[in-house]
Each structure stands twice: as C-alpha cells, then as structure tokens.
C-alpha cells in the first residue's frame, strides 16, 4: 500500500468521450503530480500542484484539464482524446515543490486505451 | 536539453550483481534518484545521492560521480522479485524531476 490510491485502474475511452481520473494520497503531502508514462519513453509531467495551487504546466493539450479541489485529492479531466493519448498515467505526491531530496509516492495509475 | 541516458534492457543471473548505469545532462543538479517499477505498478522509492560517493541499502548501493554527470545502481545477491524497471531521475535547478527511460532488468534462474 503506496498511500496514494488512483481510480480507475483502467479506462477504455472513445474518442468522443469525457471521463475523470482520480487521485488520492494519504500522506499529508502539499504536493501532487499527474505524469504520463509511455512505453519504453521517460516519464512524462503534466502538472503540479502545490496546495491546490497549479504551479506547473508542461505544455499540455488542453483536452487534459487538471483539477485539484484540496491537497488531498487530484483529477484529470479528460475530452475529445487522440488514439496517441493511450498510456500509464501516474499520479504522485511529495511532501513540498522545490524541495531537494524530497521523494515522490506514487500511486498504481491509469491504465487508458483511446479507441 | 535535458538528457538522461540508460540502458534500455540487462539481463542477470540469480545470485549474482548488477550494475545499472545512468548519464546525465541537466540544467544545474540538486540531486539523483533511484526508483524500482514492477510490470503494472507504481514507481517505489528506492536511493537519493546528491553528494558524490556511494550509498548502501541493503543488497542496493547507489553510486554519484557530480563531475562525470554519472551514477549506478549496484544490485547483489540477485533474487527474482528484482526482475523490475529501474528508472534514473535527476532534479534540475528548478527542482523539477528529469526522468530516462528505464532500464529493464531481467533475471534468469
């Protein structure tokens, strides 16, 4: 048991479709992330967040809209995908942004298939 | 850029040690990390060097050379459960993690 806990554990969207990602730690953390992993690429971050504060956002395709309504839960609102948006995405959190040595706990992902 | 470099895949036997290079290029360096992903699981925890030298855990010692933008992870006594990804991340001068790719390792009995 990680402490951070996502659902669902997999997702297979249409195109067309809207669905939401959903990510809970445990910790007591102020930080959280969504990345997307790839196979064999490296992880990839999306957002960050630091006490519910967006301070992060890497370029991403405005069909990912990120929301995080306290420092303990974070969603990934998800529209009109692209068949290249199929990928693990992780969700992780670090006791603070900026902080050397601060490890991230991340949580089982997402699993999504865009058909 | 920003560059990480791994091997993709290794392979070892049961028993034995590993070690598990990683290269890097980043935009200033406040640390290196180690983390361990089985197939289908979250990423764990597993080393964090930010000085030179090495750091024992166990069966798993982390290595960094600041100088040579260089570090390994050694693994000994190999077990089969350690058949996993171990991902290299770098934190830059925004703190921001740097991750490589992964290297797969594989372990034959």
């Known amino acids: 048991e990680t402490g951070v806990t996502q659902t669902p554990r997999h997702l297979v969207m249409g195109m067309t479709n809207k669905k939401s990602l959903k990510c809970e730690q445990h910790l007591g953390h102020n930080a959280m992330y969504w990345y997307k992993q790839s196979a064999k690429k490296p992880l990839e971050l999306m957002f ?9 956002n890497n370029s991403v395709p405005s069909r990912f809209s990120p929301e995080c309504p306290n420092s303990s839960h974070l ?7 692209q068949p ?3 990928a693990l995405y992780l969700c992780a959190s670090s006791q603070e942004v900026g902080q050397g040595g601060d490890e991230q706990y991340f949580g089982p992902g997402t699993r999504l298939t865009v058909t | 850029g920003q560059n990480i470099d791994q091997p993709t895949e290794m392979t070892a ?3 034995a040690i590993v070690q598990i290079n990683c290269t890097y290029q ?3 360096f406040n640390g290196l990390f180690w983390y361990q992903q089985h197939a289908g699981e979250a990423p764990t925890f597993l ?6 030298g090495l750091e024992e855990k166990g069966r798993f010692s982390s290595f960094l050379s ?14 089969m459960k350690d058949s996993a990804s171990y991902l290299c991340a770098v934190m830059d001068s925004n ?3 740097i991750w490589g790719a992964g290297t797969k390792l594989i372990i034959k009995p």
């Open chain 1, 48 to 56: 960050v967040y630091s006490l519910e504060e967006r301070v992060e």
């Open chain 1, 75 to 81: 969603f990934l609102h998800l529209h009109t995908l």
């Open chain 1, 84 to 86: 290249e948006d199929s």
């Open chain 2, 13 to 15: 036997t049961e028993g």
């Open chain 2, 26 to 28: 980043t935009s200033g």
């Open chain 2, 47 to 52: 080393s964090y060097n930010v000085l030179d």
């Open chain 2, 66 to 79: 600041r100088s040579k933008g260089y570090s390994y992870l050694l693994l000994k006594e190999l077990q």
């Open chain 2, 95 to 97: 703190y921001q993690l």
